[in-house]
């Protein structure tokens, strides 16, 4: 997904902030949404484990408690 433009709020509080950000994210479609959230963890994975392919996917983690 390449980015459209970039953007900048600023707010005066965490609260504000996390206002704008729902409104934000809700007016996008779940297409956006998902592609989104697969850009930021394409980006993640580059600089964590550049070498790591087998991050492509989602991890699965079991905890037993």
Known sequence: MAMKKIWVNKANSFKEA???DSAYYAKMSKAERIGTMQFLREVY???????????KRLRRTIKII
Request: no cysteine.
């Open 18 to 20: 996390a206002v704008f």
């Open 45 to 55: 994975l580059k600089f964590k484990a550049p070498r790591n392919e087998n991050g």
